[in-house]
């Protein structure tokens, strides 16, 4: 099996296509000779058995035919004694003797041969016990008187006597007449019964040959189809990897010349993928201490102003230093968060994995969120099933920290939470509901966007970067899986997130 992969290895796609499809289509082409051979051999043997039993049938009938006519034209040779009656006499027993001759080349059961021979015998004796059963001349003048009326009376006593005998012996011949009949009826029957045998033989032989061949073609179909289908899963993989931001593992496609090919592309793009990810992370992260380091100074030098710490400032001055703390504050938050998304976003399918107890993680950090939840006295409900995945506790847990962050950050005063975890068939369902003002259906599929802010967050003026929601979107993508805004429930009107990972990562 090992050299057969090998040496499939060393051809192109098109030729394994044309290799694959001669190796599937050779056992049917086998099997439709066969088919043929076996129905050409069957019309030859039903031909010839058609045709023998039809010279059986048309002898038979013959026999039957010549043997009346024998009888009849014997006993009128009887009662003429002429020589016309002599010689039609003569002319139906060479027809009689040659259907008896004919009868025998037709048939080779033993005890119709037997019979045949018997009634050839009987015939013959017949034959020429008629023969000679004359003894007057054939053509006498009659003479007048009392003694040609006596002679004319011994005559009739005589031909009818001679026709008595040959009654007898036609009515014995007769008898046998039938039991060939009936003898050469059983050999038409068991022709047919023989012709039927021999069909459901042919046809018997057919299904076995199918039964054999037709597999043998469906195995190397699957054979071929899937060392092609492996090779595809392979590049399939490598592109899903690719997509996830897994750049650190190797791509091998194994399979056609021309498929392996592909691999190699891929893993050239691969490389080429990781090395703008890793130039992206070191420019950020050169940016990022560019920046931070003067934007801490000054906001130490701001601050100092607002502390009036060099002097007394006015009303004006000190609204102005005010303004510069804040945003400095807002500044280093959203430096801070760029940093965060692209730490998450980097080579996420190169992150530790480990078997993480969900509903342990969720009840932990609904814990850390009491305070913020008892100072606007939100309610929070959980319903918490277990549920064990393979992934990075620490996006896992940025993810529902993002989602309990913004629930929080949206819900009015004294209003109320939902957070559901359970598990669904192979994957994780985390929700987390809010009575917020919700999200808009045509911001749906724009909130895990990075920088995007709603239209509830600027009417309602609350902070935010806009960067929550897109760094649970790329930690949700790292370990496989999707996040959605979904409709609000029928009773509800706040945003509902839900949050679908794989539990085991391919």
């Not at 002097?311 to 303004?323: D, K, P, S, V």
């Not at 029928?490 to 990972?501: L, M, S």
Request: glycine share 6%.
């Amino acid at each position: 099996m090992l050299l057969l992969f090998n040496l499939l290895r060393r051809i192109s796609l098109r030729k394994l296509i044309l290799v694959g499809f001669t190796m599937a289509i050779l056992p049917l082409l086998l099997a439709l000779v066969f088919a043929v051979t076996a129905v050409k051999e069957l019309a030859v043997s039903s031909q010839k058995t058609a045709y023998r039993v039809a010279q059986i049938s048309q002898k038979k009938e013959l026999l039957r035919e010549r043997l009346t006519d024998f009888e009849r034209k014997a006993k009128r040779y009887l009662v003429l004694e002429d020589a016309e009656s002599r010689l039609a006499f003569e002319a139906v027993h060479r027809d009689l003797s040659e259907v008896i001759g004919n009868l025998l080349s037709l048939t080779e059961e033993p005890a119709l041969v037997v019979q045949l021979q018997r009634f050839s015998v009987e015939e013959g004796g017949i034959y020429h016990h008629v023969s000679n059963m004359s003894a007057e001349p054939l053509a006498k003048p009659e003479k007048v008187g009392s003694r040609a009326g006596s002679t004319r009376e011994r005559r009739d006593r005589s031909t009818k006597a001679r026709i008595e005998k040959a009654d007898e012996m036609f009515s014995a011949i007769n008898v046998r007449a039938k039991e060939l009949a009936r003898g050469f009826s059983s050999v038409v029957d068991a022709e047919v019964d023989n012709l039927q045998a021999r069909s459901d033989a042919v046809q018997r032989r057919m299904l076995q040959q199918s039964s054999i061949l037709l597999p043998i073609s469906v195995v190397l179909i699957s054979f071929v189809t899937f060392f092609i289908i492996r090779s595809v899963r392979q590049m399939d993989h490598a592109i899903r990897k690719l997509g996830a931001g897994d750049f650190v593992q190797p791509i091998q496609v194994t399979g056609p010349k021309d498929l392996e090919y592909l691999g190699e592309r891929l893993d050239w793009l691969r490389s080429r993928l990781r090395g703008l990810e890793e130039a992206k992370q070191q420019f950020i992260r050169h940016v990022s201490h560019e920046i931070k380091t003067p934007l801490a100074t000054i906001h130490e030098g701001t601050e100092l102003l607002a502390d009036e710490v060099v002097g007394e400032l006015n009303t004006e001055q000190r609204e102005i230093a005010q303004i510069v703390v804040s945003n400095t504050q807002k500044l280093d938050t959203l430096i801070a968060e760029l940093i965060n998304y692209s730490q998450v976003n980097a080579r996420p399918g190169a992150m530790l994995r480990e078997m993480v107890d969900m509903a342990k993680l969720v009840s932990d950090l609904i814990e850390d969120y009491q305070i913020r939840l008892r100072t606007k006295s939100i309610e929070l409900v959980d319903r918490l099933l277990p549920v064990e995945l393979e992934g990075n506790p620490d996006q896992l847990r940025t993810v529902v920290d993002n989602l309990l962050s913004n629930a929080v950050k949206y819900s009015p005063v004294g209003g109320e939470i939902r957070v559901t975890l359970r598990p669904n068939g192979g994957h994780m369902e985390l929700e987390v509901e809010d009575d917020g003002p919700g999200i808009e259906p045509d911001e749906r599929k724009h909130v895990f966007e990075p920088f995007f802010q709603g239209k509830a967050a600027r009417e309602q003026g609350i902070a935010g970067t806009g960067m929550g929601l897109a760094i649970v979107s790329e930690c949700v993508s790292g370990h496989h899986g999707k996040v959605e805004a979904l409709e609000p429930r029928p009773d509800k009107k706040g945003a509902r997130i839900r949050v679908q990972i794989p539990l085991r990562l391919d």
